[in-house]
């Protein structure tokens, strides 16, 4: 890695220190994973700076101290199954799973999801991928032990909710022109806790209305 990427790397992960980032298994796999790599090669300079980037399909790439904040929120441990909405670069799966966690993941872009697919089987070939909807979740692999969804959505879909084990968290930043982010902890199936955590602006979770079912991927 050059060198000059390196230290701007170690800078980053100063800044999320001070803005309050304090597990440690996190700022660990922002060690291990190289932002630079999700992003043309012109935006390098901007890498590491704690700023959202643009990548395709006129999505960004989130801010670190976001996907770091919500990663905390996650209280991830190894070996647990993640679901992921929103695959958008791929940096967020790659976080997940330099944690140890099992990650599956879905986008709905398909020039994302082939460009996420090709880079994270070089990074991490555990991470499986799908295109489709974000609001259907990913059910052939449920249920699972935590939920992030990386886009705005309108409401919490109830296919994630019935996805989640008992127990088990999902992060999920809710609201329409900007969203509050969200914690739910899944009691049973009826009951759910849930905590909020601060006003934040993403990207709009979509349903996937012009997917060609006929795509192979």
């Known amino acids: 890695m ?10 980053l992960i100063s800044t999320l220190r001070e803005k309050g980032i304090s597990d440690e298994q996190v700022l660990a796999a922002f060690d291990k994973v190289d932002r630079h ?7 390098w300079n901007k890498a ?7 990548i395709y399909c006129d999505q960004t790439i989130s801010q670190p101290s976001t996907v770091a ?3 905390m929120l996650l209280q991830l441990k190894p070996g647990e199954k993640v679901l992921e909405i929103g695959t958008g670069s ?5 976080i997940l799973g330099a944690m140890g966690a099992r990650v599956f993941t879905v986008e709905r872009h398909l020039e994302l999801f082939s460009k996420a697919k090709s880079l994270l089987s070089k990074i991490n070939d555990r991470i ?3 295109f489709g909807d974000g609001f259907q979740g990913f059910e052939k692999y449920a249920p699972y032990d935590k939920i992030i969804v ?5 409401e919490i879909p109830d296919a994630l909710l019935q996805q989640l084990k008992p127990g088990g968290l999902m992060v999920i930043p809710v609201g329409a022109d900007s969203q509050v982010m969200k ?3 899944k009691i049973d199936e009826d009951h759910y806790q849930e905590e909020e955590f601060g006003n934040f602006n993403f990207v709009p979770m979509l349903e996937a209305r012009v997917i060609n079912r006929n795509q192979k991927i």
Do not use: V, W
């Open 69 to 71: 904040f919500q990663t």
């Open 183 to 185: 914690r739910i902890t």
């Open 37 to 43: 790599l999700f992003i043309d090669s012109f935006l």
């Open 2 to 11: 050059d060198y000059m990427l390196l230290g701007a790397k170690k800078k």
């Open 128 to 130: 499986i991928l799908r």
């Open 48 to 54: 590491y700076e704690d700023t959202a980037l643009h």
């Open 150 to 154: 990386t886009c705005g959505a309108p």
């Open 90 to 94: 791929g940096f967020q799966a790659a």
